[in-house]
């Protein structure tokens, strides 16, 4: 069974810090997807990352792929409140039609 | 707006009850999913539809029975449901596209109360 842990489960913080989610599993995936999830909702696409080492940026927030694809991680830069929910890593395998979740991480932040 | 409705976002039934969930797509998709969200739990795959096909059942008590008529909806049959089903249930979709990510669109899920 593969597993994908995040770290921290929780995070507190107040506007204007930086902040980072790990992603690790001992698995190797095709690709790997972030997903943040507001309450009462459900789970709203941010990136895919493909490419072990590969690096995208989405305003504020940068996502990076493991160079052996087995781990990947979310930088945010000067949080605002409007980050606040549950962030999830979702790994892929190539010809498998299903996602493996992680366990996820609930980000507040304070104004 | 992502493109995926699901029907009622609340639902409160008794063990003995039967209920339907709905789920329905905008988005062209092929693929339909089931998911299970509870507390403290990653997010579990219950089923998935392919085409109107099942391709995979998780191991899902036969509590929880699916229907998809077609590539657009996708509904979830409960009945005799035990107090532990009580959970946030999420429907998604994607496009089956070969050698590309199956990234999934999400509904805003039912939240389900068993009493």
């Known amino acids: 069974t593969q597993l994908l842990e995040q770290s921290p489960q929780f995070l507190s913080i107040q506007e204007g810090e930086n902040l980072t989610v790990y992603c690790n599993s001992s698995?190797?995936?095709?690709?790997l997807q972030w997903y943040r999830q507001e309450p009462g909702e459900g789970p709203v696409l941010l990136v895919t990352?493909?490419?072990?080492?590969e690096v995208k940026k989405l305003k504020r927030l940068t996502f990076q792929f493991g160079d052996a694809r087995k781990d990947s991680s979310l930088h945010i830069t000067a949080a605002q409140p409007g980050d606040t929910g549950l962030y999830l890593c979702?790994?892929?395998?190539?010809?498998?039609?299903?996602?493996?979740f992680g366990t996820g991480t609930r980000l507040l932040v304070s104004p | 707006e992502t493109g995926v409705t699901q029907t009622p976002r609340h639902l409160v039934m008794g063990m003995t009850n039967k209920k339907s969930l709905k789920c329905e797509q905008h988005?062209?998709?092929?693929?339909m999913y089931w998911y299970k969200q509870s507390a403290k739990k990653p997010l579990e795959l219950m089923f998935v539809?392919?085409?109107?096909?099942?391709?995979e059942n998780n191991s899902v008590p036969s509590r929880f029975s699916p229907e998809c008529p077609n590539s657009s909806h996708l509904f979830l049959h409960l009945h005799t449901l035990q107090p532990e089903d009580s959970a946030l249930y999420l429907c998604a979709s994607s496009q089956d596209r070969a050698g590309l990510s199956y990234e999934q669109y999400f509904g805003p899920g039912t939240r389900l109360t068993v009493t």
């Open positions: 698995s190797v995936f095709s690709s």
């Open positions: 979702a790994g892929e395998n190539t010809g498998f039609q299903k996602l493996v």
């Open positions: 988005l062209g998709h092929n693929a």
């Open positions: 539809y392919n085409f109107k096909e099942q391709t």
């Open positions: 990352v493909v490419t072990g080492g």
